[in-house]
């Protein structure tokens, strides 16, 4: 007689459980639904969109998509590194975008929208994948990431920008008025995947940065106090491949791996584990029953 009380209590407990995870789960994908407009989404550099083989050596620029407003461009830079679609190394999927940074040549590759934001949200989405590079002690060198820019024709502002040192680590971010590539206190591990997010908030004029959905801090546009009348549109997100100091560092070269690609018109929805869905959904239907009451 005890035993079954214990199971049946136990299945209780289990099925209360599952149910506040599944319930969970439903309101992250509702507020994930929240989500207005994809600007750029990359489909995973996959075929047929993306091909190995383009201009003979699979480079990204030049690519179209059949959807998600247009090509892949090189948007800044002076033209030495190199981005292409291979095989060898991805995180899903069986392609992704290899950036080779070829010293002192700063390159950046992205595609080139307008009429941007509609609200007041966009979130940048990436998974990146940095290898080691070997530099001078106590300074940076290689920097690979993403950044964010209001390009409209008549000024180049920087928004955001978050990425790796390539030779620390480092997770870092370009600080507000000076452009200082600045440490968040976070590293991650060499050959190794992560995902990474720049939330612009353009009510606030500020940037939040996520590595694997673990928020970093919230700082002002970079170049939000250097371009007369202020940054208010978004025109390129870009893969970024750049010296992160001077020096020495200008001569390094690196490699850095990317896939899954997106910017969309919304706010960022780091994804949520297990227990936080549980907790979210418990919430909530504590919130039910107080009501109910």
């Avoid at 080139?112 to 940048?124: L, R």
């Avoid at 060198?141 to 950044?147: H, L, N, V």
């Avoid at 227990?275 to 029953?289: E, F, Q, S, T």
């Amino acid at each position: 007689m005890i035993d079954r009380q214990i199971k049946a209590h136990a299945v209780r407990g289990l099925f209360r459980y599952t149910a506040t995870v599944v319930f969970g789960l439903a309101l992250w994908c509702d507020a994930a639904s929240m989500r207005a407009q994809t600007i750029v989404d990359s489909q995973g550099f996959e075929a047929p969109l993306f091909t190995t083989t383009f201009n003979t050596t699979g480079q990204l620029e030049g690519q179209t998509p059949a959807t998600f407003n247009g090509t892949w461009l090189r948007t800044k830079g002076a033209g030495s590194s190199t981005a292409v679609i291979q095989t060898a190394v991805v995180e899903s999927g069986s392609q992704a975008v290899r950036v080779d940074r070829i010293g002192n040549s700063n390159d950046r590759w992205g595609i080139p929208v307008s009429g941007y934001p509609a609200g007041d949200y966009i979130c940048i989405s990436w998974d990146m994948r940095v290898d080691q590079t070997t530099g001078p002690a106590g300074t940076f060198g290689p920097f690979f990431g993403a950044e964010a820019y209001d390009d409209d024709g008549t000024a180049i502002g920087l928004l955001a920008s978050l990425g790796v040192d390539a030779t620390t680590g480092d997770v870092l971010y370009q600080a507000p008025d000076t452009g200082f590539l600045t440490e968040t206190g976070v590293l991650v591990n060499f050959g190794q995947w992560n995902n990474f997010m720049i939330d612009l908030d353009y009510a606030n004029h500020v940037a939040s940065y996520y590595v694997n959905s673990t928020p970093l801090g919230t700082f002002g546009f970079v170049d939000q106090n250097n371009v007369a009348g202020g940054l208010d549109e978004f025109t390129d997100a870009d893969i970024s491949a750049l010296a992160a100091a001077g020096g020495a560092s200008e001569s390094l070269g690196g490699t850095a791996y990317y896939d899954n690609f997106t910017v969309v018109e919304g706010l960022c929805i780091p994804e949520p584990t297990g227990a936080a869905l549980a907790v979210a959904g418990l919430a909530a239907i504590m919130a039910r029953r107080r009501t109910m009451c």
